[in-house]
């Protein structure tokens, strides 16, 4: 047996209530590791917005646990996504987000490709003026593609390419948005929260379960616990507010609300009747993640600069109330006490449960356990 299958056994115990993960998947290197090689690679992961890459040119690096890689716009405006190393002696090609005209060009010794990643130049590899070497053929040295689906504004990649179409991998959350136009989704406006101090873990499961809602949100919503329930279906976990009474407007937090994910990193949030926010986790470390979250209307309405910076208040201190419990879940994990993983409500957090199951299958490769061992509360 493994060490990541042996430190993962009080988790498969059949406990009542169930534990959580325990403190190591939250801290240690290893399980991190285990988490680049396997979570990040074999599943459909998001890892930017399409909004932020507006022109043929713009580049942006992203590096996702552990794997360094360049988005690109390309000339017919599609984007694509490439390992961010130069296939000369593997330097990291871009650093920052920036339009890099009609070539990648690498700063070392100038190998440069174009937007769909073919080798261009690769001045003087062979001796002066010499191009090219004997058995050097530039076509077996372009940049590296990665799998790439885009979702409306959303760029997911597939870093093995073996994952299950990116169309039936999220069938599931696509159901339950039927009804959005997507051609009316307009964006308003993106909060970048920079670093936060947890483990990406935290974050996801922070948003699936509603049941700290009305403590750690007192201030900002109004929404009944009674009136909250858990969402697990396939790649799609969440939670989900059917106000019995509307108490807010739009965009206030008392209005009906869906808070769905994708498995592993992708989070969304609907506000009924017509606004949306989704938000890019970019786990970085086994303690340490990045998030942004982009504002949209759904119905192509536009809104008064003071209702976006309305808005803009009221998500940054939602978000900030979140992250203090975040961080904090993290710095729970340095004590002994936290070892086996704490206890599970079975009627708020089975959803939990179920995102920590799949992290589990996936870092040591077990199957999920039987559909119906969670509470059907929805
Ligand atoms: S490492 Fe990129 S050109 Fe040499
Ligand atoms: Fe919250």
Redesign the pocket.
């Known amino acids: 047996m493994g060490a990541i299958e042996t430190l993962l056994e009080p988790f498969f115990e059949e406990t009542s209530p169930r534990r959580g993960l325990p403190a190591a998947a939250y801290t240690d290197k290893e399980f991190w590791d285990a988490e680049c090689m396997s979570v990040f690679t074999r599943n459909w992961i998001c890892v930017g917005f399409v909004h932020e890459l507006k022109v043929s040119g713009d580049a942006v690096p992203i590096k996702i646990a552990g794997h360094p890689l360049l988005l690109v716009r390309n000339k017919e405006g599609a984007i694509r996504a490439f390992h961010n190393v ?6 990291t ?1 871009v650093e920052e987000p920036r339009n890099v005209g009609k070539l990648i060009r ?6 440069a490709y174009d937007l769909d990643g073919n080798l261009r130049a ?1 001045p003087h590899f062979g001796g002066v003026n010499e191009h090219y070497s004997k058995g050097f053929d530039r076509k077996q040295n372009g940049l590296v593609p990665v799998r790439t689906h885009i979702w409306n504004d959303w760029i997911f990649v597939n870093i093995d390419g073996d994952a299950e179409p990116f169309e039936d991998y999220a069938s599931t959350i696509k159901e339950r948005l039927n009804g959005i136009e997507w051609e009316n989704l307009n964006c308003i406006g993106t909060l970048d929260f920079g670093e936060i101090a947890c483990n990406w873990k935290f974050i996801m499961e922070n948003f699936i379960e509603p049941y700290h809602v009305q403590f750690v949100h007192a201030s900002t919503t109004d929404q009944p616990l009674e009136d909250h329930f858990t969402i697990i279906d396939g790649n799609c976990l969440g939670s989900a507010v059917d106000l019995q009474e509307e108490i807010g407007t739009s965009g206030s937090l008392g209005v009906s609300s869906r808070y769905l994910t994708l498995y592993p990193n992708f989070i969304l949030g609907r506000y009924f009747p017509d606004q949306m926010g989704v938000y890019l986790n970019i786990p970085t470390g086994p303690g340490t993640m990045m998030q942004k979250r982009a504002l949209y209307t759904t119905e192509g309405q536009s809104l008064s600069e003071e209702a976006i910076r309305g808005l803009r208040k009221l998500w940054w201190d939602v978000h900030k109330e979140d992250h203090e419990m975040t961080e904090r879940l993290q710095l729970g994990r340095a004590s002994q006490v936290s070892a086996a993983g704490g206890v599970l409500s079975p009627a708020w957090e089975d959803s939990v449960r179920a995102f920590q199951d799949m992290v589990a299958r996936d870092v040591t490769s077990r199957k999920l356990p039987k559909e119906g061992i969670y509470n059907d509360n929805q």
């Open positions: 130069c296939r000369h002696r593997c330097l090609l690498c700063p070392y010794h100038a190998w690769s």
